[in-house]
């Protein structure tokens, strides 16, 4: 078993982070993501399930399932890949009116096939890391758009 735990901040007002983080079309074949769909339930409800093919680090398709989500605050579910299982926790606090920090806490359980050639846990918090920064450069174009004037 192994945990990760980071943070991110992001220059913007946390309801934008939180709706781009949520908006699954926004992410399809972009950055680490090839197709997402929700399979089962409603968006983001409580037991739904999302099949999210990542297209790097290698392709695989995750199977996440909802455990909890408060909108503006909190999300948790747990995915299963390659014969691990990650429960994933992300909080959205507002430092401050134009500012929104992230948490991440991901647990991994499960062993990989060694098949790989490489340690994967490394790999997951490398290419998670990335989509947070991903994030982040989206929020801030975001913010900034909608302080232009027309």
Not at 21 to 50: C, H
Not at 51 to 64: A, L, M, N, Y
Request: proline letters at 3%; charged letters at 25%; one cysteine or more.
């Amino acid at each position: 078993m192994q945990f990760f735990e980071f943070e991110v901040g992001v220059r913007c007002p946390l309801a934008i982070v939180f709706a781009i983080y949520t908006d699954i079309e926004q992410w399809q074949n972009r950055s680490i993501f090839g197709e997402m769909r929700w399979v089962k339930g409603s968006p983001w409800a409580e037991g739904s399930r999302l099949s999210i093919e990542t297209r790097s680090p290698f392709r695989s398709t995750v199977d996440q399932v909802v455990q909890h989500f408060r909108a503006n605050e909190s999300v948790s579910y747990l995915s299963h890949v390659l014969g691990l299982t990650i429960e994933t926790w992300v909080t959205f606090h507002s430092d401050a009116a134009s500012q929104t920090i992230i948490r991440v806490r991901m647990q991994i359980v499960g062993k990989v096939s060694r098949a790989l050639g490489f340690a994967i846990e490394p790999v997951i918090l490398k290419t998670t890391k990335r989509f947070f920064e991903d994030l982040c450069r989206e929020c801030e174009a975001a913010s900034k758009d909608a302080a232009s004037p027309l």
